[in-house]
């Protein structure tokens, strides 16, 4: 089992910043590709961005050139570094882990959520 604690939410205001953090614990081998997702109210959960554990990144357009995904493989610690905020960056933002085991199985393991609320 991985065990993943978001950190970093909060309010702020329009054109701002916040730094989200995701500690994974646990069975930690393995994990390939990390991820932050988020959830608005009254809409499905859209990935926000990704990275392998190679350094790989992808964004969705929406936080292109204003977010930074990245990854301290040492510290088993992920990152968000969120500029420029907009409101309709609000939103629950989900910590996201995927694990391949020996066996070939895939697990995908979901942190509890950190709430990013932007005014404008």
């Known amino acids: 089992q991985v065990q993943l604690v978001e950190s970093g939410g909060g309010l702020v205001q329009a054109g701002g910043s916040l730094r989200l953090s995701c500690a994974a614990s646990?069975?930690?081998?393995?994990?390939?590709?990390m991820g932050w997702y988020r959830q608005a109210p009254g809409k499905q959960r859209e990935l926000v961005a990704r990275?392998?554990?190679?350094?790989?990144?992808n964004y969705a357009d929406s936080v292109k050139g204003r977010f930074t995904i990245s990854r301290d493989n040492a510290k088993n610690t992920m990152y968000l570094q969120m500029n420029s905020l907009k409101p309709e960056d609000t939103a629950v933002y989900y910590c996201?882990?995927?694990?391949?085991?020996?066996?070939?199985?895939?697990?995908?393991?979901w942190g509890q959520g950190t709430q990013v609320t932007v005014s404008s």
């Open positions: 996201n882990a995927d694990q391949v085991l020996p066996s070939g199985q895939k697990l995908a393991y």
């Open positions: 646990g069975s930690i081998f393995r994990i390939n590709t």
């Open positions: 990275i392998t554990s190679v350094g790989t990144t």
